[in-house]
C-alpha cells in the first residue's frame, strides 16, 4: 500500500474522505484464495468548506501508484506490447456510487494534467469479485478532469502511474463507496480465459 498515493477534494477544501487499505477479510477474500486484496473506500461529498464554495468543486477521490524516481528520471513501463488493462475488482458502498468509478492512465508527457481515462463498468454489484478487460485503445485523453478536443495516441511506452478515481461530482453521487481492487495488470488475448 505504500506505493500508493491517495488524493480527494479534502486536499483542496472539499469534504470527501478517501483510504486505501489492506483487507484482510476472509470474507471478502475467500472466494478468489488470497488473504489479502486490497480496498479502496471513503465517503464521497459534494459539499465543501465555505472559505472555498464557490471556488472548487467537490466530489472526487482517488489513488494511484507514485511516482518512481531514479537518478535518470522517472520509471515508466512499456504497456505497448499489451492490448488489455485487466482489473481483478470487487464493488460495495452505496448503490449511488457504483457508475462513477474510471480507470486513470497518466503517461510520461509533456502536459502533466493530460490523462488517459476509460469508465469502470461493472456487471455485478453484490459485493463479488469480477475480471474487467479495457482495450488500451479504448482510453479517452482528458485534461483537468474533460474530455480533450484533440484526441491524440496515448504513449504506451511511457505510462508513469495507473490508477482508478470515483468522480462524483459530474453525476451527484454521494454516499460511502469501497471497491475491492486484487489485481491491475496488462494482458493480451492469450492471456484472458474464455
Known amino acids: ?49 465555505a472559505d472555498v464554495e464557490g471556488k472548487i468543486r467537490g466530489g472526487y477521490a482517488g489513488f494511484r501508484n507514485k511516482s518512481r524516481p531514479t ?21 460495495a458502498g452505496d448503490p449511488s456510487t457504483h457508475n462513477s468509478y ?7 508527457s509533456p502536459h502533466s494534467s493530460d490523462l488517459w481515462q476509460h469508465r469502470l463498468y461493472f456487471q455485478r454489484q453484490d459485493n463479488v469479485w469480477e475480471d474487467i478487460l479495457i482495450p488500451f485503445d479504448n482510453f479517452v485523453r482528458t485534461n483537468s478532469g474533460e474530455v480533450s478536443e484533440v484526441q491524440i495516441k496515448m504513449d504506451k511506452e511511457r505510462v508513469r502511474s495507473i490508477g482508478i478515481s470515483l ?28
Not at 500508493?4 to 486505501?20: E, F, K, P, R, Y
Not at 489492506?22 to 459534494?46: C, H, Y
Not at 474510471?102 to 510520461?108: A, L, P, R, S
Request: glycine letters at 12%.
Open 102 to 108: 474510471f480507470v486513470n492512465i497518466q503517461t510520461d
Open 71 to 91: 537518478f535518470f528520471g522517472n520509471l515508466t513501463e512499456d504497456v505497448s506490447h499489451h492490448r488489455y488493462l485487466s482489473l481483478r475488482l470487487r464493488l
Open 167 to 194: 468522480l462524483g461530482g459530474n453525476s451527484g453521487s454521494v454516499g460511502k463507496y469501497e471497491l475491492g481492487v486484487d489485481s491491475i495488470r496488462m494482458v493480451n488475448d492469450q492471456d484472458v480465459a474464455t
Open 1 to 49: 500500500m505504500k506505493q500508493h498515493a491517495t488524493g480527494c477534494d479534502a486536499d483542496i477544501g472539499g469534504t470527501s474522505t478517501v483510504h486505501l487499505d489492506l483487507d484482510e477479510s476472509p470474507k471478502n477474500n475467500a472466494s478468489i484464495g488470497r488473504r489479502a486484496t486490497g480496498v479502496f473506500w471513503g465517503d464521497m461529498r459534494l459539499d465543501v468548506k
